[in-house]
């Protein structure tokens, strides 16, 4: 059944225009990095980052880049991936701060309507 909803999930992510992800330069870099490692449908660069103040990134992301990142993610963070624990860790981070915008989207998202941006700030929760 967890398939079913991560697979909705990247549906309503790639119907996304727009949206920002605002974290630390290193996990932008450390998601580039895994990224880079799948023969995906997206490129990501280092250089799609702009500073967003306070030591932060904002990195602006189309649907289609958004749900790869997801997918990206998702696979990462399991148990048995070959990723380390904290290459896990941070995978869960991100998919658990897109999900949560995505969730609160869904499907019925109508247009003209500000999506919230991805932020992965301290204090976030598990």
Excluded: K
Excluded at 15 to 39: D, K
Excluded at 50 to 66: I, K, P, T
Excluded at 76 to 98: F, H, I, K, N, T
Excluded at 112 to 117: A, E, K, L, T
């Amino acid at each position: 059944m967890d398939w079913v909803r991560r697979r909705r999930r990247l549906n309503v992510a790639a119907g996304i225009a727009r949206i920002e992800l605002v974290c630390a330069p290193s996990v932008w870099s450390a998601m580039v990095a895994r990224c880079s490692r799948r023969h995906g449908t997206v490129h990501f660069s280092e250089d799609m980052q702009q500073r967003a103040g306070a030591g932060l990134v904002c990195v602006a992301l189309s649907g289609v880049e958004l749900s790869e990142l997801m997918d990206v993610a998702a696979r990462r963070a399991r148990w048995w991936s070959r990723e380390d624990p904290p290459g896990r860790a941070l995978c869960r981070s991100v998919y658990r701060a897109a999900v949560a915008v995505v969730d609160e989207l869904g499907t019925g998202h109508r247009a003209g309507v500000p999506i919230p941006s991805i932020t992965l700030s301290a204090g976030a929760s598990p």
